[in-house]
C-alpha cells in the first residue's frame, strides 16, 4: 500500500511549456485533490474530483487542467506555464480524512 | 464563504513550554476540522481531526486540541513541546464534497 505517490519530486519549467504532474493512490478513494502550496498563503484547492470522470474547480483553477479517467489516477495539467506558477504541488485523496503525497516542487522561469 | 484564519504566523518557544496554536474558522454549516503538521521538508501528516462528539480531540504526539462551536475556533495545544516538534502546523476545515479549506499556517520554532 503505497498512499498517495507523485512525480516529478523536481521539475523546471520555461515560461510557456506544458507539462503534467502526475498523482495515484491505491487506496480506493474516490475523493481527490490538487493544493498548491506558497509561502504565507497556506495550502489552496487547485481541482478536485469526487470519482472517476467528475471534476470541478476548486479557488485557483487558472491556468490547470485536470481530468479523472480512473479511481487512481488524477493528472494536474500545466498548458502553458507561468512564473506564478512557481509552487510546490500537493496531491491528496481521502473519503473523509485526507492523505496528501510527498509533492512536487516546480520552478518556471 | 469558507475560511480559516490562524492568528500567530511564527511562534518560537524554548523546549518544555506550552504551545497553544489558535485557530477561527467562518463557515455556515455543519464541519469537520483538522490540525495538519509539516515537518521540514516532508508532506502533510495528520495531527488530529474532529468530526462530532467530545470536543476535546486527542491526536498523535501528544498534542490535543478543542472545538468551541460558541466561538468557531479549534485551537491547538500541547502541554511540553520538543525540539522535535519545530514544524509549520495548518488548520483545514472540511465542507461539503470534502474540500479541504486551509490557514495560513503557523511555523513554530522549539529551541533547545
Known amino acids: 500500500n503505497a498512499g498517495v505517490t507523485q512525480t516529478p519530486k523536481f521539475q523546471v519549467l520555461k515560461t510557456g511549456q506544458s507539462m503534467t504532474l502526475q498523482c495515484a493512490q491505491d487506496m480506493n478513494h474516490e475523493y481527490m485533490s490538487w493544493y498548491r502550496q506558497d509561502p504565507g498563503m497556506g495550502l489552496r484547492l487547485i481541482h478536485y474530483s469526487v470519482g472517476a470522470g467528475i471534476t470541478d474547480q476548486g479557488e485557483v483553477p487558472n491556468g490547470y487542467n485536470v481530468s479523472r479517467s480512473t479511481t487512481e489516477d488524477f493528472p494536474l495539467r500545466l498548458l502553458s506555464a507561468a512564473p506564478s506558477q512557481t509552487s510546490v504541488y500537493f496531491c491528496?485523496?481521502?473519503?473523509?480524512?485526507?492523505?496528501f503525497g510527498p509533492g512536487t516542487r516546480l520552478t518556471v522561469t | 464563504a469558507q475560511s480559516v484564519s490562524q492568528h500567530n504566523h511564527h511562534v518560537i518557544l524554548s523546549e518544555a513550554a506550552s504551545l497553544e496554536l489558535g485557530c477561527n474558522y467562518s463557515y455556515g454549516g455543519t464541519v469537520n476540522l483538522f490540525w495538519y503538521v509539516q515537518y521540514p521538508g516532508q508532506h502533510l501528516q495528520l495531527l488530529l481531526k474532529y468530526f462530532s462528539g467530545d470536543p476535546l480531540v486527542k491526536g498523535i504526539k501528544g498534542f490535543e486540541a478543542e472545538f468551541i462551536k460558541s466561538k468557531f475556533s479549534f485551537n491547538l495545544r500541547k502541554p511540553s513541546v520538543q525540539w522535535s516538534d519545530t514544524a509549520e502546523y495548518f488548520c483545514?476545515?472540511?465542507?461539503?464534497?470534502?474540500?479541504?479549506?486551509f490557514g495560513a499556517g503557523t511555523r513554530l520554532a522549539v529551541h533547545p
Open positions: 491528496a485523496s481521502g473519503n473523509y480524512e485526507q492523505y
Open positions: 483545514a476545515v472540511q465542507g461539503g464534497y470534502n474540500k479541504l479549506i
